[in-house]
């Protein structure tokens, strides 16, 4: 019973200081203050009430501030034309990164997207903070993104999370038009960013 505790104990220390491929996340001991969204009409929260948001819902869950800075319609590169204002300048404790639906929409190379996305990342963590990639299933019937976010995440030590439409991009009930959560929606998504970044937000 008594090893069995131990290994336990080892799996979650091990959750905790690696991300969703296997790989130690940078700036994991990161000091600075703030948890920032940053991303488009999802991040935004279109299609809900203000307070339904999934950053609103994921303040409340950790018990802190998290700032939304998600714009709606943004693609990648629009992200990195505001990325200082809307995120170097305010002190980035952890980012979640989420973007690319729109990306796709507007025909915008798979290499570019994906190298938008690094220079992202790589941005943010020369600031000091964490990053988690939130990947959303872009394609009807593929994930035209999700080696994308996965090579990114991977060769930047990012948290991973995969898919966070999962089970609300087919279901009406937690939509609130073809492509954008509801309340119910969105209260999914924060409870599953909560899931995945909340370890890495305790201070030993």
Known sequence: MKTKKIILLLALLLAINTGACGTKVANIDSTNKNIICFGDSLTAGQGAKPGEDYPAVLAKLLGQPVINAGISGNTTRQALERLETDILNKDPQLV?????????????????????????????????????????????????????????????????????????????????????????????IAQRLYERIKPYLIKG
């Open 96 to 188: 979640i990164v989420q973007f690319g639906a729109n990306d796709f929409f507007r025909k915008i190379p798979r290499n570019e997207t994906r190298d938008n996305l690094d220079q992202i990342v790589l941005k943010i963590q020369e600031k000091g903070a964490m990053v988690a990639i939130a990947g959303v299933r872009i394609g009807l019937l593929v994930d035209e993104y999700d080696e994308v976010f996965k090579q990114v995440a991977k060769n930047r030590k990012c948290i991973y999370i995969p898919n966070i439409m999962k089970d609300i991009f087919t279901d009406p009930q937690k939509k609130s038009d073809e492509l954008h959560p509801n309340a119910a929606g969105y209260n999914i």
